[in-house]
């Protein structure tokens, strides 16, 4: 059933979600889930609501405004309104290594994702013949120092020409510039192999065997312009012992790598996911 | 600060968020938590929300009569009111282990749990001298086939005397009796040393090994009159190994038995436990 | 590098690890694994050895015969003698539900496992292009009440032709008859969705949720012929709440399902596991 | 039944654990666990063998310079030999927070662990009284930066006298000076509330909380003169929310904490800790 839902960030003060829930209530809103948090150390109060449009009094696209003009201006919210329908355009970005990827594909294919895949774009091109064979055009864009900007615009390009809404980045091996960033900001969701903020940067499996920890984990974050410092999304570990080599620490990580990477899909597809300065706030 | 607690249970119908939102919007409630929950299979509605009184514009013992007739009665709502403070009244129960007993003591002592524990009453007198330590009273009740019902009739008598409000079995190696347990309907807390359904009833641990299980747990649920078989509050497990003996996994479970109890206890004394037929909802 | 990998089994006696080293010593082996257990309820003896090769000094084919001359008969061991190459093969059959299928071919196609994947068999399908884009044969053997042994017949000259070493099953969705399974004992794995013992049998998420657990899991055993009972060779388990649906509780548990399926064809294929009674040993 | 354990460190050569084995065997030795680990990265050998002393044929205080000179010096073997009684000999330290002293105390009362506490060390005097009623001296040396290493000294004279094997710091808030360490080598655990090297130094939940991640941790360590960088031997995580407190981290926290610093002081106890560089190979 399509439904819509409500993102509200505002200053905390007495009466939202009194009025929220009557702003829904009267216009005949059939409410789905809805969940608030108030920062206390910042004052902030946020809020997600989702309802069902079939009995809604208010047609599907006077809702902002009216919403805007009867609540959100009253408390000074910015707020932003979406729907279930049509599905959110999600293109995929992978270099070589194929675990993150695949498990995307394996889960869009059961419906587990509420989701189009437009695009699969990639450095490389050893994975093409998998892709399509679940029906999910792949293209190829050889990266080098030197074309490394222009191929990011013809990217870009492509992305827009396709709609897409928010790009994940499945262990791709290439760091995006601040403009290609820029145009989406708090959209592109990247998987680093480690739990940060432990283990920065490159070969990460590579220092965690060097300092002897055990436990190995993954990080979903949003991509910011700090490279590995952007907002945590969802984090996971795994138990490794002193007879794993870093091969292995690889191998025990990937499984890790990939069901981080899929819940921290799975929660911004929801629209589950707010953003707080650098901290994220999940209404799961 | 004082809270009061609001716990409301009746069917779903539109606009029960809306009135409970209004109700503590006007009389000025500084809400800090408010949870809800549609149960869609036996659409059910369930909510729970906790505000500051100092600010709050009706005094503490008309809140109740106020809400009832404002907005208790239009919805059908079965609600109950709680404050934080005076703190709940827990008894323990305790037989010879220790684990459990310990570790409710630590964090009490540490002030975790916002309880009085007027009493610790055990079926041997072993412990006694820690359980002073912390400044509890400790009662021996030595139980046989012959006077257990007339122990738990002075049990009883001694816990209406001290205003006790819930129990918990930190590993008692006694059934109650139906009588006991309808005296304190959904207050009695058990910890059972398995992941139910798995293993109900004595031995677990041994029921595990001979299985050859890879992983062990333990469950904290309400009691009811059938054996094992109550509202389940909280789980967990713990990874063993085919080395493991017995008595091995026994200690590794102990580990998980005292978390859980703890957790149990902790959201019941928040009032984030809500029964609905024989599951428990947490809104935690 | 090529290896060779011995397996014992025998009553508990002094001396047995000194000689089995002092074989593997005097003949040069370059010892890479050695695992011993000693189960003190049985008495019974239970060892892995993993050398290489290349600098042994007795020849492949010669091994089997000369340790069981020197060592076995002394001891009176059951003892069984495997190389990592050629690799096994293994026959995966399906169902409808893909997501263990695919998580099993993406591991494979990353060389995850040391295996050869001959045939996937489904009884549906629907799973064929994407099982042939990654280049191993599909084939389908639909079934009927009637058809039943018949089609096992075929299914099992197949697997003969092929030379299929063990079979995996990913969710498939038939109950294998007794003479099937007395083809491949131990050789058959299963993923059920449940932490056994508890929920045996047909449709274990909705046996959890009537329940209320807080935790799921997943079990992979070695086929036998009492349902869901044979020894189990890993489970895990992961979180749910009161609000997750039977739908949601599948999505969950089969990020489950898929690990610890993966896990447990990783101990078979490495001749980690050691069948004791209806429970495993686990060298790892 | 009282054991003998031997701890090996040598090259990696061929025939070592067919030597150890035959020494074992052919002085009547009943083995309980062999361990060994060969690190490829560096040629190291590591081992460790437990056995009964019953029935084996070499006095008790002869087996070190009998095994040293028919194996030891064969192989160049560092080695060290250890006896499961007496029992070793453990101090504890602790500063005002009393979670992790009472988990140990519990555990100890219980019998897991096989351990005499000789003294639990503060530099406050709150604990005295709990502590004393589980039969264990308390002592009290308040700490100033002017007495800091006075009192130091006299700590360590006082663990002599009693013959402190080794050291467990419980949450002490005291920086240890390099002298005392030194008297200590591998000596003495720590627990950290951090998943090293994530938030090394103070107040880590802090830091855990400003950086919003997903799971908060513990490690517990060797202590070595840099700060919080000693040889890693057990972490364990907590998975937290958007919506926990600093306060809610803590105490979150501290039941990973306590927890993590058992199974340090267990396998310390056992001698199933071996250091290797920074790093720490765990026969568990």
């Known amino acids: 059933m399509e439904c819509a839902i409500l993102i509200i960030q505002c200053r905390d003060q007495k009466g939202i979600v009194a009025a929220v ?6 216009h005949n809103g059939n409410v789905q889930e809805v969940d608030q948090y108030i920062d206390n150390e910042t004052g902030d109060f946020f809020m997600r609501a989702k309802w069902e ?11 902002e405004r009216i919403f805007a003009e009867t609540v959100g201006v009253k408390f000074g919210m910015n707020f932003s309104l979406h729907f279930t329908e049509p599905k959110p355009r999600m293109a995929i970005f992978v270099s070589k290594l194929s675990h993150c990827l695949f498990d995307i594909l394996s889960r ?10 437009p695009m699969v774009i990639s450095n490389h091109d050893n994975l093409r013949s998998v892709v399509e064979a679940f029906g999910i055009p792949y293209y190829h864009f050889p990266i080098t120092k030197e074309n490394k900007l222009e191929q990011e615009q013809k990217q870009l390009e492509l992305m827009k020409e396709h709609g897409v809404d928010f790009v994940v980045l499945a262990r791709y091996m290439q760091i995006l510039s601040p403009a290609f960033i820029a145009n989406y900001k708090h959209q592109i969701i990247n998987i680093h192999h480690s739990f940060l903020p432990a283990f920065v940067g490159a070969k990460p499996y590579h220092a965690a065997h060097k300092r002897g920890v055990k436990i190995i984990g993954a990080t979903g974050h949003y ?3 700090e490279l590995d410092a952007g907002p945590i999304i969802e984090q996971d570990i795994a138990r490794v012992k002193h007879h794993n080599t870093v091969e292995e620490l690889v191998q025990i990580g990937q499984d890790v790598e990939k069901v981080v990477l899929s819940k921290a899909i799975k929660y911004h597809l929801a629209k589950k996911v707010m953003v ?4 994220t706030i999940i209404f799961n």
């Not at 829930?21 to 009267?26: D, V």
């Not at 449009?53 to 809702?63: G, H, N, P, V, W």
């Open 108 to 117: 869009y294919y059961s419906g587990q994702f509420e989701v189009e895949i």
């Open 223 to 225: 991509v910011t312009e």
């Open 53 to 63: 449009l079939e009995s809604f009094a208010i047609q599907k696209d006077q809702i």
């Open 21 to 26: 829930s009557q702003f829904l209530y009267f």
């Open 276 to 279: 707080m300065g650098n901290k």
